[in-house]
């Protein structure tokens, strides 16, 4: 359209070490899976998320934690796009676990004064053509990757 200029959307990789999938326990059904899968990956909103738990829930119980883990990678995906983020991944050293965040190009517009104010010496900046963040999370629980990854993006 004439006028109206659209922002190219970030293409986002997320790397966590999670295990997020949809269990043949709980979902039998390869088609009932596939839509499943599809619905998640259109959430573009806490909206949507909330829409998808609400329907699930009611159509096969109580989800387990792979499948948590799922949504709480697209909530992770909206939330990171909103950001410019075009990657997120696990690192491992020294048995502590980090995150990578790399944004893209000339895209961080983050507030370091209150990023280092809130996590202190558990993140590092990286300057460059794609500026990075290391935030320190300091064990492997995935749902406590999860909620750390998810409490950043937030800020």
Do not use: H
């Amino acid at each position: 359209m004439k006028g109206i200029q659209v922002e190219p959307e970030v293409d986002l990789q997320i790397d966590l070490n999670v295990t997020s999938y949809i269990p043949d326990e709980y979902i039998a059904d390869a088609n009932q899976k596939i839509e499943i899968y599809q619905n998640i990956a259109l959430c573009q909103n806490e909206e949507n998320i909330q829409n998808v738990i609400d329907e699930i829930i009611d159509r096969f119980g109580n989800m387990p934690a792979e499948l948590e883990n799922l949504i709480a990678i697209s909530r992770i995906k909206y939330l990171a796009k909103q950001l410019k983020i075009s990657k997120i991944a696990s690192k491992n050293a020294n048995r502590k676990t980090a995150i990578v965040f790399t944004f893209e190009p000339n895209q961080f517009e983050l507030d370091i004064t209150e990023i280092v104010k809130k996590y202190g010496n558990k993140i590092k900046f990286s300057a460059g053509i794609k500026p990075m963040i290391t935030l320190e999370i300091g064990t492997d629980n995935e749902r406590q990757i999860l909620n750390d990854v998810t409490e950043f993006l937030m800020m």
